[in-house]
């Protein structure tokens, strides 16, 4: 198919990688990356598939690029982070066939723990950065990317942003490229590295990285928009969109082939201009390393610009150009709009209990950390993948005591992500915690990615499904006990028994996520005569449930009919509406 089309940032990586020839797939579901694999898997004859966290997926490409295959690899920004230990000696290694690894940073955090910024890594392992400025771009890199990795034996990365995956521009698509995959050649010591081995690879790293400064010199990815000599512009990425929006008479050097960066070409730029100026998101990456070159103009950046979260055009015209934005004003104000769990969540009646047991809560990464925001107000911390039980384990350890008042809560997804090594490590370490995995069979907050628990692949193939008490028992836990979140007596006795076993012990809340399930009960109705205001409902926090007049009402329309509120009500006013809720299971 040619032509041309609209595309996200992440549908044009897709599509540059099956152009290029990609034929293996890897990933594990982080926004904003999440649907590059997902369209990535709709391409025909390609292998694609949702690996149980970012380090297998990179591992996975590996071994496709060994095979001799070309291979796309893709995370977010934090994902890196647990994809580094093989990323740092595939630098050593080098490949078969071409891979790249897409990391999707998140200025701003709209989805993130924190907003770190990846370019470092590159720098880090030795190896090129890409960065584009829109959909063309993002599908052409990856072409270029694949070529780079192939011709100079490495790992390529292709970095982008939050702007970059989400926003649409116009592609032109081309035909598919296929090439053969040759095959796994022997060659201990490129791939076996034994310190005896790695020796001899690091200073081929070292020279294949003065060559990539060479080739960034003269690629067509790089490239000076002469224009207004009195100041220049350096910038890569977004932000070459939003230099180009608010100063659209500016000299600009834009980066598209990011590290290595070519000394040369910033020379010569330098020589055009009177003064450079930096713009970029998040660290001073490119600034520091304009400075270090000691060139014959001034040099800033982060002095005009916040080492935080996005910038924009207006950004961009206030300090460069001198005009101030004009701000949208509203004469009323706009009540805050926090995210919420969706009516009928399971992890509802999860949160509601610990936080009316006052227990601490260690947290994780999911939709269920949004049970620490009002009114559940339920999760003490959350650091990263997998973070809950080891912190749990970490404070019991601290004060044995802490085992009776602390629970660590993890989601499915997650646990198969990262959760599985620091159980083992409390039960082989004989600790007495308790751990709440939420099982709602999905990744849920990523937008329902299957997983190796739910039974199907990525493509959509069946597949065998963990048995997630099985595999606790395997992991040495003996007590292993299933419940339902939406039996909040029950769930109750149940944490509070499992809390006073004085060894590890796992409480399986499964339920189905409310948004796939869709069998929802007729909807409940508040009866105004028999509701005294206690409030006592809204403490669940639905956004199905409110107040209006003095009494708690429902919101019949997106009421799933789930009963956590009608099992609070001590009035008994809360009540299943006479007749069936339009789309209800037997409708």
């Avoid at 060559?211 to 790089?222: G, K, Q, T, V, Y």
């Avoid at 907050?445 to 959509?460: D, E, K, S």
Wanted: proline share 6%.
């Amino acid at each position: 198919m040619s032509g041309r089309a609209i595309m996200t940032g992440n549908e044009a990586i897709a599509r540059g990688a099956y152009e290029g020839g990609v034929r293996v797939g890897a990933a594990y579901p982080g926004t904003p990356s999440t649907e590059i694999l997902e369209n990535l898997s709709r391409y025909p004859g390609l292998k694609c598939n949702w690996s149980p966290n970012e380090k297998v997926a990179l591992e996975v490409a590996a071994g496709a690029s060994m095979e001799g295959a070309r291979v796309l690899v893709a995370m977010k920004h934090v994902g890196v982070n647990v994809a580094a230990d093989p990323l740092m000696t595939l630098s050593y290694t080098g490949v078969g066939g071409g891979l790249v690894l897409v990391s999707a940073d998140d200025p701003g955090m709209h989805s993130s723990q924190n907003e770190q910024d990846n370019r470092h890594y590159a720098r880090f392992a030795k190896i090129p950065l890409l960065e584009p400025a829109d959909s063309q771009e993002a599908k052409d890199y990856v072409i270029a990317a694949l070529g780079l990795s192939e011709r100079f034996d490495t790992p390529v990365m292709l970095r982008t942003t939050t702007r970059i995956s989400h926003s649409r521009s116009i592609v032109t698509l081309g035909e598919r490229v296929e090439l053969p995959v040759n095959g796994f050649k022997k060659n201990p010591a490129k791939y076996v590295m034994l310190p005896g081995f790695a020796r001899r690879r690091h200073p081929l790293v070292e020279q294949r990285l003065e060559a990539l400064r060479r080739e960034a010199e003269e690629s067509p990815l790089n490239r000076i928009e002469p224009g207004d000599s009195s100041l220049g512009v350096v910038c890569s990425g977004i932000a070459y969109q939003y230099v180009r929006e608010a100063l659209p008479g500016v000299s600009v050097l834009k980066l598209g082939f990011v590290h290595p960066l070519p000394h040369r070409l910033v020379r010569r730029f330098a020589a055009m201009v009177k003064e450079i100026v930096v713009v970029e998101e998040l660290d001073p990456f490119l600034e520091e390393q304009l400075q270090a070159l000691h060139l014959d103009v001034p040099v800033k950046g982060k002095a005009l610009f916040s080492l935080l979260g996005e910038l924009g055009a207006e950004q961009v015209r206030e300090q460069l150009g001198g005009q101030k934005p004009e701000l949208i004003t509203v004469r009323e104000e706009i009540p805050g709009r926090p995210p919420v769990m969706c009516p009928g969540c399971s992890h509802r009646g999860v949160f509601y209990t610990l936080n009316r047991l006052k227990l601490n809560v260690m947290g994780d990464i999911g939709c269920y950390t949004l049970g620490a925001l009002p009114p559940l107000e339920a999760i003490d911390s959350c650091i990263c993948m997998g973070a809950s039980i080891g912190t749990a384990l970490g404070m019991e350890k601290a004060d044995p005591a802490a085992s009776q008042k602390t629970v660590a809560v993890i989601g499915d997804s997650t646990f198969l992500h990262s959760g599985m090594t620091p159980l083992l490590d409390a039960v082989y370490n004989g600790a007495a915690i308790t751990v709440l995995i939420l099982d709602n069979g999905t990744t849920a907050m990523t937008g329902h990615q299957h997983h190796p628990g739910t039974g199907f692949t990525l493509q959509g193939e069946p597949a065998p499904a963990v048995d997630l008490e099985a595999l606790c028992k395997g992991l040495g836990v003996r007590r292993v006990v299933t419940a339902d979140p939406f039996d909040l007596k029950r769930f109750r006795e149940i944490v509070k028994e499992e809390l006073a076993a004085g060894e590890v012990s796992v409480i399986i809340a499964r339920h189905p996520c409310a948004l796939l399930n869709r069998a929802f009960k007729e909807p409940l109705q508040v009866d105004p005569e028999s509701c005294n205001d206690c409030g006592s409902c809204l403490r669940l926090g639905c956004p199905a449930l409110s107040r209006q007049d003095g009494k708690a009402v429902i919101n019949e329309n997106i009421c799933t009919g789930c009963e956590l509120c009608r099992q609070l009500c001590r009035f008994e006013a809360i009540q299943p509406r006479a007749g069936k809720k339009e789309g209800a299971a037997d409708a």
